[in-house]
């Protein structure tokens, strides 16, 4: 059986994992849930991941969930590079290490970002304090200088010489604040020349399709009004 992929390129870890996918060449189908429109709430697609997210990886009766089990998940199966995700012991290490630190950080501040910034006065009609926009702007600028200072350092890569499973999570991230015209890259030059060497990497064409959705964004459509409740009661966090 074909290799199910449920993904909505709206979503930074489903970014990471369509790149991924693509660029070693996984032959898989395509399943898109559309996030917008509700459908990972859906009963349907519980039934494939009951944590109601996406990604979610259907691989014949075996379903997994969560970007970077998914992410490790097809690295092992179809004996990936070994860069992606390495061998060595203290190589490795520093991948789960970043995998490990980004959860709770980078990702949080990244769609806090997008989120106060774009999606909720465009998408919700929803007006954001400026003091909040303003404090999750600092507390992003913070995670890129820790990203540049504990990762990057002066490596061309966040965990060493060669791209990694950790690169593609990153950026993917930060293309988030991006598309709502935070100005990521453009005061960090070492930023911006390994977002420069990640492109190169994974091939611009490729980098540019998967993240047509997500910079397309601030012209979408307001959200449909039957749905307005569930989204602002399901995002309440992201405006702390």
Partial sequence: ???????????????????????????????????LKGQH??????????????PALKDGDFILAESVAILLYLSRKYKAPDHWYPQDLQARARVDEYLSWQHTSLRSCCTRAMWQKMMFPVFLGHTVPPETLTSTLAELDRCLQLLEDKFLRDQPFLTGPHISVADLVAITELMH????????????????????????AVGEDLFQEAHEVVLKAKDMPPLDPTLKETFKHSLKSLLQ
Avoid: H
């Avoid at 519980?46 to 996406?54: D, F, R, Y």
């Fill in 41 to 54: 709430y859906t009963d349907s697609f519980a039934q494939v991941n009951p944590l109601k997210k996406v």
């Fill in 1 to 35: 059986m074909v290799l199910e992929l449920y993904l909505d390129l709206l979503s930074q870890p489903c970014r990471a994992v369509y790149i991924f996918a693509k660029k070693n060449g996984i032959p898989f189908q395509l399943r898109t849930v559309e996030l």
């Fill in 177 to 200: 604040p991006v598309s709502a015209g935070c100005r990521v890259f453009e005061s960090r030059p070492k930023l911006a020349a390994w977002r420069q060497r990640v492109e190169a």
